[in-house]
């Protein structure tokens, strides 16, 4: 054997910077109030202090953690921040940080059963657990007809569930001979983009995708979705595919599940109802009532990384009848073959989701579960919608600003009386200045503000100051006019 | 403010269990090889000791760390054993753990540039050292009118090709449309079975994925891939898209990138690279021949979770004109709006892949890169392919074994001359054993041994020793007989 050289980092360095690392982690957290929440970089200004090639020589992990200090922690926007209200939340904690390390450090590509039988069963086992914990129908157990998986997101979750529902419409013969674009799905016209994006990637177009419109409390209107169908029905098409939201992205609205499920039992169409944030709180006994009616669907899916402080990426999917599924996505090559699949006594997991591919993603959410317990969990969801909810009264309670939308759990949609542009004005206003971060939609053609309640570390006090600092912001605009 | 509890971990708790943890996992690395390299547990033997329904009260990380230890590591197959020569590797090493661990820490989600400018800019910068490293065209660079991304998997690259292919084709008119059953795409008899997967999920359909025959080098006949493309034609088909691949993952072929680049540029279709594993070759100037041609392609995809010490998932998707990609996969719903996007300075990956949520992936393949530079990466690269050429020098001078196909790089297809029911037989025996992990193929109605050399700390003495575990058990499968 020739003189061999050393590049590798040895084990008493990984050690010492893993240690170091973790320190960095948690002074983060102890710290990360002092950062502004919204990075206030210009494009490009991470980007020119980074060198245009990569270093022909090992440069240190001290001299790698230097930069990362200087370059680029100016260019976080701090998502786990306690002043984070924007968007959806994407949070995480202690629990979840150390099972997707033990995650990175297994280093398993869990694809097939047999490439690590822990990754497929103990995330088989979770996931049941899950069902116990929402409150679903027994026949998304896995020890059902039914089952489910770890996706990365409600979008491939998504995709996944209108290619299921398109190969079980056309006897599994599009994935043979392509669509032919006589399909047609529904959603509202609050659904999340990503079902758009699904129905454009799956074939079927968007001409093919209704738009339902809603009522007065931003949930898809039933009549009328009855109607549409029928209405393509008749013109020779052939419906296949409905989405149901809880709790939408711009409002958290709640499409009636029962009705949408009848309608789809009715017209054999395959329903899938997305709860990316706020299926976390049916967790909740109180709250369970979001997802009457989920006993009707085909799929379910929702984001522990959203609001179950099990951090990004980990989206839960689940499907009535696996069969369909594994029908739909699998593919199976020589190479892969093994005496385990074969069997037919196991999941390979690769065949309920677009990757091969896979992480050991059901770690992070079985520490979390564990380390939180079920009641722990509970009680930060419960003081979230609390929270949010005492917040929805402020507003309620002020003169100049009203709650424009139905705010059954953790977000409020607000507005000050004046107008589009000065709440433009107040959201760019607040968020260029750092202390908080909130986003906004449009209702109506209403510009409108959104105050999402739902970081890990949020409390009560967080909630307080952003009101004043929304407050006092408002004021000082109105005086400098 | 009410009484508050606390569930969460503190930051004294974090720290401590997080120190543990990165020592659970030195400690790992050092002892991987006293493990069964394939897991030895039956199906249900890891579910059936999970308890079937979520605790309600919190459970210490020791208690949780016990179980790891107890219940789930008999579970794991050992993908960082150096001893792992499955399929394809899926390797991690130490910066990119704690590369990962970083990027958990800052729970940071990068969907558009002001979610968090670090995570795109940097993004950005490491891709474009990438070109440079692989020496590919100047087109794939962001400052040209390419660019690149990082994707979860070879999978998801393929699919987005496929999609980006599919609307330049029809002129974007399928995203409205749908498909239209008329396209057809063509891969090689031996190309991942992910472009099966991505066509189908098109809405192109497997009739219309043609499968060219191969060469005796088992790379693709572009004499016939001309013909069948011709033909075609003259049916009335629309030829739309060519995945060329460099190291199979069946045999390690390469297709013929120059000939295929040149019919795609005479029939206007779009022309794929999938190097999943192989690619990371190229940074070493006396391989870099096996992306000859690459100047044609439309896009290219390597994974650095493969071959390059990054763990899963990492996979770098180059485009040569980034516009096509992002105007089909883009969508912009009101709540996603902001300034920086309205103004066109920056990048929002989330227009670049099927997912919209995205972490912060660069982290770990800059540390890896800048930790080990790439003279480091370069001389690992290297001895793999030195010492699987001398594994393969090994096998030719047996009486008993062969080399079956090619082995340009690290993967070595053999069989012993007593053969498919003798080299399945030796395969499963060696694999129960524990003490080495490889799998099969099938060429030409042979079942083959595969011989994969990529895990990082493999080095010549694991392979010598694997080398003589094959020999030993073949000579006792023989007396035994």
Same mark, same amino acid.
């Given at each position: 054997?020739?003189?061999?050289?050393?590049?590798?980092?040895?084990?008493?360095?990984?050690?010492?910077?893993?240690?170091?690392?973790?320190?960095?982690?948690?002074?983060?957290?102890?710290?990360?109030?002092?950062?502004?929440?919204?990075?206030?970089?210009?494009?490009?200004?991470?980007?020119?202090?980074?060198?245009?090639?990569?270093?022909?020589?090992?440069?240190?992990?001290?001299?790698?953690?230097?930069?990362?200090?200087?370059?680029?922690?100016?260019?976080?926007?701090?998502?786990?921040?306690?002043?984070?209200?924007?968007?959806?939340?994407?949070?995480?904690?202690?629990?979840?940080?150390?099972?997707?390390?033990?995650?990175?450090?297994?280093?398993?590509?869990?694809?097939?059963?047999?490439?690590?039988?822990?990754?497929?069963?103990?995330?088989?086992?979770?996931?049941?657990?899950?069902?116990?914990?929402?409150?679903?129908?027994?026949?998304?157990?896995?020890?059902?007809?039914?089952?489910?998986?770890?996706?990365?997101?409600?979008?491939?979750?998504?995709?996944?569930?209108?290619?299921?529902?398109?190969?079980?419409?056309?006897?599994?013969?599009?994935?043979?001979?392509?669509?032919?674009?006589?399909?047609?799905?529904?959603?509202?016209?609050?659904?999340?983009?990503?079902?758009?994006?699904?129905?454009?990637?799956?074939?079927?177009?968007?001409?093919?995708?209704?738009?339902?419109?809603?009522?007065?409390?931003?949930?898809?209107?039933?009549?009328?979705?009855?109607?549409?169908?029928?209405?393509?029905?008749?013109?020779?098409?052939?419906? $296949? &595919? +409905?989405?149901?939201?809880?709790?939408?992205?711009? @409002?958290?609205? #709640?499409? =009636?599940?029962?009705?949408?499920? *009848?309608?789809?039992?009715?017209?054999?169409?395959?329903?899938?109802?997305?709860?990316?944030?706020?299926?976390?709180?049916?967790?909740?006994?109180?709250?369970?009532?979001?997802?009457?009616?989920?006993?009707?669907?085909?799929?379910?899916?929702?984001?522990?990384?959203?609001?179950?402080?099990?951090?990004?990426?980990?989206?839960? $999917? &689940? +499907?009535?009848?696996?069969?369909?599924?594994?029908? @739909?996505?699998? #593919?199976? =090559?020589?190479?892969?073959?093994? *005496?385990?699949?074969?069997?037919?006594?196991?999941?390979?997991?690769?065949?309920?989701?677009?990757?091969?591919?896979?992480?050991?993603?059901?770690?992070?959410?079985?520490?979390?579960?564990?380390?939180?317990?079920?009641?722990?969990?509970?009680?930060?969801?419960?003081?979230?919608?609390?929270?949010?909810?005492?917040?929805?009264?402020?507003?309620?309670?002020?003169?100049?600003?009203?709650?424009?939308?139905?705010?059954?759990?953790?977000?409020?949609?607000?507005?000050?009386?004046?107008?589009?542009?000065?709440?433009?004005?107040?959201?760019?206003?607040?968020?260029?200045?750092?202390?908080?971060?909130?986003?906004?939609?449009?209702?109506?053609?209403?510009?409108?503000?959104?105050?999402?309640?739902?970081?890990?570390?949020?409390?009560?006090?967080?909630?307080?100051?952003?009101?004043?600092?929304?407050?006092?912001?408002?004021?000082?605009?109105?005086?400098?006019?």
């Amino acid at each position: 054997m020739k003189n061999m050289k050393n590049f590798h980092m040895s084990s008493e360095e990984f050690r010492k910077q893993g240690k170091q690392m973790i320190d960095w982690i948690a002074d983060y957290y102890e710290n990360v109030e002092n950062y502004p929440v919204l990075s206030q970089v210009k494009p490009g200004d991470i980007k020119n202090q980074l060198p245009e090639t990569a270093p022909d020589e090992s440069e240190s992990m001290d001299q790698i953690m230097s930069d990362v200090n200087s370059i680029l922690m100016p260019g976080i926007t701090h998502w786990q921040s306690p002043n984070f209200f924007a968007f959806f939340p994407s949070n995480s904690s202690g629990p979840s940080v150390l099972g997707d390390l033990l995650s990175s450090g297994l280093g398993v590509q869990g694809m097939l059963w047999a490439t690590s039988p822990s990754c497929t069963e103990l995330e088989t086992r979770v996931l049941d657990w899950l069902v116990n914990m929402l409150q679903l129908p027994d026949k998304f157990k896995s020890t059902s007809a039914g089952g489910a998986v770890i996706q990365d997101t409600a979008s491939s979750a998504a995709l996944s569930s209108v290619l299921a529902a398109r190969e079980r419409k056309t006897n599994y013969q599009t994935n043979d001979s392509g669509s032919l674009g006589n399909l047609v799905a529904y959603v509202s016209s609050q659904t999340h983009s990503s079902l758009e994006k699904a129905i454009k990637i799956a074939g079927i177009g968007k001409n093919n995708l209704r738009l339902i419109e809603v009522d007065e409390n931003l949930a898809m209107r039933t009549d009328l979705l009855e109607n549409t169908i029928q209405e393509d029905l008749q013109a020779g098409l052939i419906p $296949f &595919f +409905v989405c149901a939201t809880v709790g939408s992205t711009s @409002t958290n609205a #709640i499409d =009636p599940l029962p009705e949408i499920g *009848q309608i789809c039992q009715k017209y054999q169409l395959w329903m899938h109802i997305d709860a990316a944030m706020s299926g976390t709180a049916a967790i909740c006994p109180e709250y369970r009532f979001i997802l009457n009616g989920v006993e009707l669907a085909d799929s379910f899916s929702f984001n522990p990384h959203k609001w179950m402080f099990t951090n990004f990426d980990c989206n839960c $999917f &689940f +499907v009535a009848d696996r069969s369909v599924l594994i029908k @739909t996505l699998s #593919i199976l =090559p020589e190479y892969l073959k093994n *005496q385990a699949t074969e069997s037919g006594a196991v999941f390979d997991y690769r065949d309920w989701h677009i990757q091969l591919g896979r992480r050991f993603r059901s770690l992070k959410l079985w520490f979390v579960i564990r380390n939180y317990g079920v009641n722990g969990l509970r009680y930060y969801i419960q003081e979230h919608i609390r929270i949010a909810q005492q917040f929805a009264e402020w507003v309620r309670s002020s003169s100049e600003f009203e709650v424009v939308a139905p705010a059954p759990l953790n977000l409020v949609c607000f507005a000050h009386r004046n107008g589009n542009d000065f709440n433009k004005k107040l959201l760019e206003t607040i968020n260029s200045a750092g202390k908080m971060y909130f986003t906004h939609t449009v209702i109506g053609g209403n510009y409108v503000l959104r105050m999402c309640i739902g970081q890990t570390n949020t409390n009560e006090e967080h909630v307080r100051k952003a009101w004043e600092t929304i407050q006092q912001t408002a004021n000082e605009l109105i005086q400098k006019d």
